[in-house]
């Protein structure tokens, strides 16, 4: 550490030597030439160049800024609207396959009733008449037993 | 303190990318700038398009300019960079100064011996300028900017280790390789062995 310090007070010593602060003298008196003016004047037209565009992109975040703040919150708006409407669709979808099996219930009940109708009335009588879910069941009513299976 | 002000105004103008204020901002500049690219740069035309490339990045990124540091040191800054990348695109061998040196930390023992120096005898004459020059130009890409960030452009150590992202040991022991090689190159010169052609120096 001590020998860092030592480096670095010697490294002042030597830059402030008479001849190193003699060449930074004849370093600083150098003259520096001054820009043409056809430099300074394509360098102002670029500049220019630069300027006009510089204002255009300032117009035109102008009417970008809003118009992305519009579309996000359109989106936002989308998101939303979509996201509550999921809950209200996903219960309905087993209704249809109820109520196509009651459908299919009520069509097979009314068959049923008219061939009924049918084979026990015979012709002539009206098919109101005879119901098959009133008709009394076979196991249930000895009378009706076929005793021929027996 | 009234000049401090009036260029912290004509910053803050220019930080709003006013083209008026800007042109005032170059006026200010322009020269040293140029000066800067030119010794940096080894052709003139390149110099010239490098220093215009140097306004127009600062025109462009002023309103990012955070005055954290000074504007002259951000200015260097683009200026510097410019330089390398141009001495790069163009696969520009830099010629090294003869002097073996090893600056990575900036700590170290550096052993040039001091030549026979007699600075009254010279005036800053158009050859001797000349001698002067050729000498800058021969340093190396590291030692260079050193060299005239703070002797040109009378910048302090730290500024300059601030601006070449370097250490301030660093800075120093280059500097002091730097004005070495000037000296000797001097010394060749006011002995005979260097003698300037039209356009330089030739040995």
């Known amino acids: 550490m001590k020998e860092r310090m030592n480096s670095r007070h010697d490294l002042d010593q030597l830059l402030n030597a008479e001849a190193q602060q003699g060449v930074a003298k004849l370093v600083r008196d150098l003259k520096d030439e001054e820009p043409d003016m056809a430099w300074r004047a394509a360098l102002s037209s670029k500049i220019m160049e630069q300027s006009v565009a510089v204002q255009r992109r300032r117009k035109f975040n102008f009417f970008l800024k809003p118009a992305s703040g519009l579309a996000l919150a359109s989106c936002l708006a989308l998101v939303v609207v979509v996201s509550t409407q999921r809950p209200q669709t996903v219960p309905s979808n087993p209704a249809p396959a109820v109520a196509s099996a009651s459908i299919e219930k009520l069509i097979i009940d009314e068959h049923q009733n008219v061939a009924y109708a049918t084979d026990v009335s015979g012709v002539g009588l009206a098919q109101p008449e005879a119901n098959y879910e009133r008709a009394p069941r076979v196991a249930d009513d000895p009378i009706l037993v076929d005793f021929f299976q027996l | ?203």
């Not at chain 2, 006026?27 to 140097?54: H, I, P, W």
């Not at chain 2, 023992?109 to 050729?134: F, G, S, Y």
């Open chain 2, 1 to 203: 303190m009234n000049d401090l002000a009036t260029e912290s105004a004509l910053i803050d103008r220019c930080r709003k990318q006013d083209p008026k204020a800007f042109a005032d901002f170059i006026d200010l500049y322009q020269a040293r700038v140029l000066g800067f690219v030119k010794r940096m740069v080894e052709n003139s035309e390149d110099a010239a398009d490098v220093t215009q490339e140097v306004f127009i990045r600062a025109y462009q990124n002023f309103h990012r300019f955070d005055q954290r540091s000074s504007v002259r040191t951000w200015l260097f800054r683009i200026a510097h960079n410019l330089c390398i990348d141009r001495a790069r695109k163009t696969d520009r061998r830099l010629k090294t100064a003869s002097l073996s040196y090893s600056d990575e930390d900036g700590d170290e023992v550096i052993d040039v011996q001091d030549t026979r120096w007699e600075p009254e005898t010279m005036a800053l004459d158009n050859e001797l300028a000349t001698v002067i020059e050729r000498g800058i130009g021969e340093l190396s890409e590291k030692l260079r900017p050193v060299l005239l960030l703070h002797d040109r452009e009378d910048m302090a150590y730290e500024e300059i280790a601030e601006l070449l992202q370097i250490p301030v040991g660093t800075v120093k022991s280059r500097l002091f390789l730097a004005r070495a090689h000037l000296q000797q190159v001097l010394t060749n010169y006011w002995n005979g062995d260097v003698v300037p052609s039209r356009k330089g120096v030739t040995s």
